[in-house]
């Protein structure tokens, strides 16, 4: 089970860290990532991190959050982080995290096995 935790309302510019617990499974055995969902749109990548995790070239963004998102994971903790910079009324969304067992990919929705039920960020103008 994964649990997301974090969100609320920033104004823009602000920041804000979302957390993704995990119990029931040892996170170090999957890809992570933080996918986001705004209003009336589909769900969409956002970050990912390789089991290693622990350094940049591990982790991956999409263009729109890059240079302002940092995905990060404590395995020890069994938790895996999204730190959102500089952030803009248009990063407004559920942030979901998710899990994916298997190897390669890792920005479409099928390649996670393993969801979290969201957690609602809100910019500000």
């Known amino acids: 089970q994964l649990q997301a935790s974090g969100g609320g309302l920033v104004q823009a510019g602000g920041s804000l860290r979302v957390s993704c617990a995990a119990s029931?499974?040892?996170?170090?055995?999957?890809?992570m990532g933080w996918f986001r969902q705004a209003p009336g749109k589909e769900r969409e990548f956002a970050a990912s991190?390789?089991?290693?995790?622990?350094?940049?070239?591990?982790?991956y963004y999409t263009d729109s959050v890059k240079g302002r998102f940092t995905i990060s994971r404590d395995n020890a903790k069994n938790t895996v982080y999204l730190q959102m910079n500089s952030l803009k009324p248009e990063d407004t969304a559920v942030y979901y995290c998710g899990a994916a067992l298997g190897f390669g990919g890792y920005t479409r929705l099928e390649d996670y096995d393993y969801w979290g039920q969201g957690t609602l960020v809100t910019v500000s103008s």
């Open positions: 991190i390789r089991r290693s995790g622990g350094s940049t070239r591990y982790s």
């Open positions: 029931g499974m040892t996170i170090s055995s999957y890809h």
